[in-house]
T-cell receptor
Framework: ETGVTQTPRHLVMGMTNKKSLKCEQH?????MYWYKQSAKKPLELMFV???????ENNSVPSRFSPECPNSSHLFLHLHTLQPEDSALYLC???????????FGPGTRLTVT | RKEVEQDPGPFNVPEGATVAFNCTYS??????FFWYRQDCRKEPKLLMS???SGNEDGRFTAQLNRASQYISLLIRDSKLSDSATYLC??????????FGAGTTVTVRA
């Protein structure tokens, strides 16, 4: 595997479900990110981890819970989501300067 | 005012044409600028950085106008494969990137 991978690629969940998104980067980067992309809107930064430490939480609701066990893996735990949370969730990684982001293919999430 | 604003388009151009579009940013202290490309249902990928003096990468030319606070992207001799959404990215400070919503370009045969 190369680059940044994400699983699952598609997810449909009810508002009472609990699910997790997984991201893995094979680039040796030190920073990992979660972004939300909704139709016709700019990418919204959700969380940033540098060397496994969370350095940014962009006022994200607590129903989204990130986890970064090491520099190569990042999770986004989801629970009691709302229909407006339906979006494309993109994971990215970079060297610590954060200037060149490498994105994964994303998880397209639908909350019913 | 949004941090980064782009004309959403779409810009529909024939093959071989030149297409150009701008992106405005609100923070005059911004130091770094980029263009990312996002194909339909794919992830964004870095297209090119934008330098103060302007820069070219093949058929793509990026320019920065600090006085008017905008960057531009020009695509010469458009190819069908250039059809995509182009995302403007500005770093107002530190390492936190601000994305525009994107400009969609469609190149037709």
């Amino acid at each position: 595997e190369t680059g940044v991978t994400q699983t699952p690629r598609h997810l449909v969940m009810g508002m009472t479900n609990k699910k997790s998104l997984k991201c893995e980067q094979h680039l040796g980067h030190n920073a990992m990110y979660w972004y939300k992309q909704s139709a016709k809107k700019p990418l919204e930064l959700m969380f940033v981890y540098n060397f496994k430490e969370q350095t940014e939480n962009n006022s994200v609701p607590s129903r989204f819970s990130p986890e970064c066990p090491n520099s190569s893996h990042l999770f986004l735990h989801l629970h009691t989501l709302q229909p407006e949370d339906s979006a494309l969730y993109l994971c990215a990684s970079s060297q610590e300067n954060g200037r060149d982001l490498y994105f994964g293919p994303g998880t397209r999430l639908t909350v019913t | 005012r949004k941090e980064v604003e782009q004309d959403p388009g779409p810009f529909n151009v024939p093959e071989g044409a030149t297409v150009a579009f701008n992106c405005t940013y609100s923070n005059s202290a911004s130091q770094s600028f980029f263009w990312y490309r996002q194909d339909c249902r794919k992830e964004p990928k870095l297209l090119m950085s934008v330098y103060s003096s302007g820069n070219e990468d093949g058929r793509f030319t990026a320019q920065l106008n600090r006085a008017s606070q905008y960057i531009s992207l020009l695509i010469r001799d458009s190819k069908l494969s250039d059809s995509a959404t182009y995302l403007c990215v500005v770093i107002p400070s530190g390492y936190k990137l601000s994305f525009g919503a994107g400009t969609t370009v469609t190149v037709r045969a």
